[in-house]
C-alpha cells in the first residue's frame, strides 16, 4: 500500500514564506518519482495547476506563481517540494501533490496527495 502524504502547509502573514513537502508513505517501496505537479484549490474556484516537473528537470508554473515559487525535488528521498515565498492572500488554497510513482522499476503508478491547507492572511 502507497499513498502520497503533504506536509507543511499552515497559516502565514502576507508576504512570508512556506514549504511544502510531498512523499510517498507506506509498506510498498518506491522506487523513484517521475513527473510530479502541485494543484491547488480555493473556495468556490476550480482547480488549478500550480506548478509540475518531468523527470528531466523541466518546469512549468502558473502565471501567478511565477517569481515567487519553486518546485524541486530530492531524488535520494523521494521527496518533492514546493517553495511558496512572497504569498499573497489570494495563494490561500488546499494545495495537493500529484505524482507519477514507480512502484517496480519500469512501472508507473499515478497517486493524489490528500492536500494541505495554506492559509495567507494577517
Known amino acids: 500500500q502507497v499513498q502520497l502524504v503533504e506536509s507543511g502547509g499552515g497559516l502565514v502573514q502576507p508576504g512570508g514564506s512556506l514549504r511544502l513537502s510531498c512523499e510517498p508513505s507506506?509498506?510498498?517501496?518506491?522506487?523513484?518519482?517521475?513527473?510530479v505537479s502541485w494543484y491547488r484549490q480555493a473556495p468556490g474556484k476550480e482547480r488549478e495547476l500550480v506548478a509540475s516537473l518531468s523527470r528531466r528537470g523541466d518546469t512549468n508554473y502558473a502565471d501567478s506563481v511565477k517569481g515567487r515559487f519553486t518546485i524541486s525535488r530530492d531524488n535520494a528521498k523521494n521527496t518533492v517540494f514546493l517553495q511558496m515565498n512572497s504569498l499573497k492572500p489570494e495563494d490561500t488554497a488546499v494545495y495537493t501533490c500529484n505524482a507519477d510513482l514507480l512502484l517496480t522499476p519500469n512501472h508507473e503508478y499515478n497517486f493524489w496527495g490528500q492536500g494541505t491547507q495554506v492559509t495567507v492572511s494577517s
Open positions: 507506506g509498506s510498498q517501496r518506491v522506487f523513484g518519482i517521475n513527473d
